[in-house]
């Protein structure tokens, strides 16, 4: 399956006849509607969350960093992609680069940049990870061409063992930080993550069958410790991610367990992270969007850290998903790259901050299905390795339009606080964005599954919203996340304007409508609906 790109102009025309036919479609909602109270409180209530400003953040594959920044000069549909975000909350998202290729890289003294070696790619993988990355000191320094303001958070190698090369590489990060080019860009270094996913090492021939948490722990520290003091690392400066764990199989609970906190290194652990996907297309495999369009998936997906929150908020350490995204090994194809993920997007990440994660750094590499965006021409398929000719130019897949809406709803204050609201639909989620004390923006989306094979007329749920703890909210303003099928992989737009341009940057005239709380809102299935009050 091809896609075609197209400029502003075919946007702009598909975009006509898109709100035309929205439009069509809330007249006709009577045909099949459901009707759901929402009571939403005026004030945060208890149990609401801090909602940071970068909940939406980004995870790079290390082989092909180069191909995200520009060499030479920037990479603009990547800073243009990254800038609408941070116009949003006024903050730009983290950008961790590491991965599975973190452990199968070395640092070399007479490598400019970086020189990778790739297996040949397949239909189920058509972009396979390097199996070896070597760089040198210009491939960090590379970070210069970041938003200014973004903070990094970059991977060492714990797959090799070698504390030499782990030393050199975690230099060449904090010399790179240190130079002038980087300085001026404004764009600083976090934390150093050693070792990607080390409860997988033992599957994945990096250490042997019978490796334990016990001797994670053993080789982390004997890592750890040079690197902190070679890199100068300290608390208050750069400071350590740990876990970083791919699955259940290794925990932040053993690790602390085991001593890890109170090592001369793991005194320098500040955040733990951990890694989730909701599925795995590894050796490809058939996965249905309507089944992965589920508010309870979503949920059992997440709730399963808490736990691991709870024990890291305890010992006073930071909690995130490092690396997280639909499915594993890259996105599987009509799900990954599909509308219907986007709004996968916006209540996973949207339901995580609820449950204390502070942020969800979404994983991308060139030509994976499950991008936010692909900042380079692609000649082969993302979907089945098929040749591209012409290739097609950068784009944005749809689960763009997701960081859209959950930034849009952070808004700009960096202080804003989240709760989930109780909707009586089993695939219509919400949620409340409070400042100051004050209600500020809601959002709802609907799972419900409306696809290119669907009939009849399309359904809606309509929302009845009231207000608790006093306050009359009588009126907000809405902009839509439009998308046409649940498997169109592109034609999105959300208030009424199209980010599939040839630059990243929003085109068409914007689109909002003013709600009248006395009446209510439709939401149609696979649409979500940002409101303003
Ligand atoms: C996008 O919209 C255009 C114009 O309406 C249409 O020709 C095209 O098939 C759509 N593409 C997808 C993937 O839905
Ligand atoms: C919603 O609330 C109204 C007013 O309290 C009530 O009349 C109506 O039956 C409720 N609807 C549902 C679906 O619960
Ligand atoms: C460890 O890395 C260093 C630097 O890259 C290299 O010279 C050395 O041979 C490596 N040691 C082993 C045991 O591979
Ligand atoms: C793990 O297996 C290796 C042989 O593959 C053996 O030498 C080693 O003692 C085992 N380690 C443990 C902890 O059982
Ligand atoms: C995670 O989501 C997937 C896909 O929707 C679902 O099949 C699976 O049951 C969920 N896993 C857990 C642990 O809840
Ligand atoms: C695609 O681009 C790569 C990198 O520029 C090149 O090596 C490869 O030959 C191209 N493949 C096709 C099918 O054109
Ligand atoms: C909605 O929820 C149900 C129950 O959790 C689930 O079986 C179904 O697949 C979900 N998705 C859609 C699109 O209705
Ligand atoms: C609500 O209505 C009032 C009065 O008509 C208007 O001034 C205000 O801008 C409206 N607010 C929103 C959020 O639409």
């Given at each position: 399956m091809m896609c075609t790109h197209y400029g502003p102009a075919t946007s702009m025309l598909a975009l006509a006849g898109l709100?035309?036919?929205?439009?069509?479609?809330?007249?006709?909602?009577?045909?099949?509607?459901?009707?759901?109270?929402?009571?939403?409180s005026s004030t945060p209530p208890g149990t609401s969350q801090n909602l940071l400003s970068t909940l939406l953040s980004f995870s790079i594959e290390q082989d092909r960093w180069p191909d995200w920044t520009g060499i030479d000069r920037r990479n603009q549909f990547t800073f243009n992609a990254l800038d609408n975000y941070a116009q949003l909350t006024g903050t730009p998202?983290?950008?961790?680069?590491?991965a599975d290729s973190e452990d199968h890289t070395t640092w070399s003294p007479t490598v400019t940049i970086n020189s990778d070696s790739f297996p040949p790619p397949n239909s189920v993988t058509p972009y396979p990870e390097a199996t070896q990355i070597v760089v040198g000191d210009g491939y960090y320094q590379l970070s210069k061409f970041l938003l200014p303001g973004t903070h990094m958070?970059?991977?060492?190698?714990?797959?090799?063992?070698?504390?030499?090369?782990?030393?050199?590489?975690?230099?060449?990060?904090?010399?790179?930080?240190?130079?002038?080019?980087?300085?001026?860009?404004?764009?600083?270094?976090?934390?150093?993550?050693?070792?990607?996913?080390?409860?997988?090492?033992?599957?994945n021939g990096l250490r042997p069958s019978n490796w334990t948490v016990q001797q994670y722990v053993v080789d982390w520290e004997s890592l750890a410790g040079p690197v902190s003091e070679a890199a100068g690392l300290r608390r208050g400066g750069v400071t350590f991610q740990g876990a970083a764990f791919a699955g259940t199989g290794f925990t932040p609970r053993q690790i602390f367990d085991l001593g890890i906190l109170d090592g001369t290194p793991g005194k320098l652990i500040t955040t733990i992270s951990q890694h989730r996907y909701s599925g795995a297309f590894c050796s490809g495999g058939d996965f249905a969007l309507s089944s992965f369009m589920s508010k309870a998936s979503v949920r059992s997906n997440l709730t399963l850290w808490l736990p691991d929150i709870a024990a890291s908020k305890q010992h006073g350490l930071r909690y995130i998903l490092g690396e997280t995204g639909s499915i594993a090994c890259h996105g599987a194809p009509?799900?990954?790259?599909?509308?219907?993920?986007?709004?996968?997007?916006?209540?996973?990440?949207?339901?995580?901050?609820t449950l204390g994660i502070e942020e969800t750094f979404f994983h991308e590499g060139i030509g994976y299905k499950y991008n936010f965006f692909q900042p380079i021409s692609l000649n082969r398929s993302v979907v089945d390795g098929s040749p591209l000719d012409p290739p097609q130019p950068p784009h944005v897949m749809p689960s763009y339009y997701a960081g859209i809406v959950i930034n849009?709803?952070?808004?700009?204050?960096?202080s804003a606080k989240i709760v989930e609201l109780v909707v009586p639909d089993d695939n219509v989620s919400g949620y409340a964005v409070y400042e100051k004390n004050v209600l500020k923006r809601a959002v709802f989306v609907n799972f419900h599954a409306w696809l290119l094979s669907s009939t009849g007329t399309r359904p809606s749920v309509h929302l009845d919203l009231s207000f608790t703890s006093g306050s009359g909210v009588k009126n907000a303003t809405a902009k839509r996340l439009v998308i046409q099928h649940a498997d169109d992989t592109q034609n999105l737009t959300f208030g009424g304007q199209?980010?599939?341009?040839?630059?990243?940057?929003a085109g068409g005239k914007i689109t909002q409508e003013s709600v009248d709380i006395s009446k209510g809102l439709d939401l149609l299935a696979t649409e979500a609906v940002l409101l303003s009050f």
């Open positions: 709100i035309a036919s929205v439009f069509k479609a809330h007249l006709s909602w009577h045909a099949s509607v459901s009707a759901v109270n929402v009571s939403v998202s983290k950008i961790r680069v590491g958070t970059w991977g060492v190698n714990l797959g090799l063992d070698n504390v030499t090369n782990a030393v050199n590489m975690a230099k060449s990060i904090v010399k790179a930080f240190g130079a002038s080019a980087v300085k001026a860009a404004g764009v600083t270094l976090d934390m150093i993550e050693i070792g990607n996913e080390a409860d997988l090492y033992k599957n009509g799900v990954s790259n599909t509308a219907g993920a986007a709004l996968w997007v916006i209540d996973y990440a949207l339901q995580a901050a849009t709803l952070i808004g700009q204050t960096g199209s980010y599939e341009t040839s630059d990243a940057r």
